[in-house]
């Protein structure tokens, strides 16, 4: 009997110990703190009627689109395609709830945060006409240079948080830029499995002659060429496709047009297990090696870096399999 009556007393006095537990973490100030801290500038459910972006720092604006599902980049008046991904992760970023704690809610703040119309950084969030989603107002960096003040235009309110914004609002309008060749491939929706034969018009020679095509021709999983290999590396062949559809230039070029006889000077041809064939077109190098390319079906023209054209017209012989020494 002993025993029971201090059984049930313990369990009592652990009861009463866990109640006041529970009740010091709901009623804590720093929880209830954090928890009225946490915050979003866009709401999550909106995101899908986001029409466009347009980013505003130092003078220099850029505009994100979408059309047909897919974002592109104004500049210059006309529009290139945008990286999908990063657009999006950009969204993501400011749909994020996180911790925003309040700093301020007076205006005499704003200049001295840099979180004035013509200090800040201005990120404006739209959906077709009338009012847009958000127009968000960034400021300056905190002490610590890992936080920066934030507000919403037309409201006096001060927030600080993560910087996860500059890597999106400081980038320059090329980082925004989808410069693969085929842009389709970047969601996967085109593949080196999609390829069914392979025809490489090189460049010509350094004495002026042509150089004959490389065909190379899908037979199972297996490739077939119109030139001699004593032992062909069927992976480096899949990778020397891999990397033709996955080139990038590093600009868009608005000067020539996909029409202009320049491209003329090499040619590479894609045809496809759907029956569509895709074709680059390349210019001559320039003094840095770099060379202009067009891509059938697309009106745009890129800008290729040496190092990717050498990629693109390999040596034969980089396709045999590397034999040891005995």
Not at 97 to 109: E, G
Not at 227 to 245: G, S
Request: glycine fraction near 6%.
């Amino acid at each position: 009997m002993v025993y029971k009556k201090k059984l049930k007393i313990l369990s009592g006095i652990i009861a009463v110990l866990a109640l006041i537990y529970i009740v010091t973490i709901i009623f804590d100030p720093e929880r209830r703190g954090a928890r009225s801290a946490a915050y979003s500038w866009l709401d999550p459910a909106e995101t899908a009627r986001i029409s466009g972006i347009t980013i505003v720092s130092d003078n220099e604006t850029i505009s994100l689109a979408r059309n047909g599902g897919k974002w592109f980049v104004s500049h210059d008046g006309k529009d290139y395609p945008a990286k999908d991904v990063r657009v999006e992760d950009f969204i993501a970023a400011l749909a994020k709830r996180a911790p925003y704690p309040l700093r301020s809610s007076s205006a005499s703040s704003h200049e001295r945060l840099s979180l004035t119309d013509d200090q800040s950084t201005r990120v404006t969030v739209a959906a077709g006409a009338g009012l847009p989603l958000l127009s968000l107002l960034i400021g300056q960096s905190d002490l610590t240079g890992q936080n920066v003040y934030l507000r919403k235009q037309g409201q006096n309110e001060v927030r600080s948080g993560e910087d996860i914004f500059s890597v999106y609002t400081r980038s320059e309008v090329t980082a925004w830029y989808n410069l693969r060749l085929f842009p389709e491939s970047e969601s996967g929706k085109l593949d080196a499995a999609h390829v069914q034969r392979l025809t490489v018009y090189p460049p010509p020679a350094d004495d002026g002659e042509n150089v004959p095509p490389q065909i190379f021709t899908r037979k199972g999983r297996e490739w077939t060429f119109s030139f001699e290999l004593a032992n062909p590396n069927m992976t480096k062949v899949n990778n020397y496709i891999r990397d033709i559809i996955n080139t990038s230039g590093d600009d868009f070029v608005s000067s020539v047009a996909p029409s202009d006889p320049l491209f003329n000077n090499s040619r590479i041809t894609l045809e496809l297990g759907n029956g569509s064939t895709s074709a680059i077109r390349l210019g001559p190098p320039d003094e840095d090696g770099k060379c202009y390319a067009a891509v059938s079906g697309s009106d745009w023209v890129y800008s290729i870096p040496e190092w990717a054209i050498r990629r693109l017209f390999p040596d034969v012989e980089s396709f045999e399999t590397n034999q040891e020494a005995p």
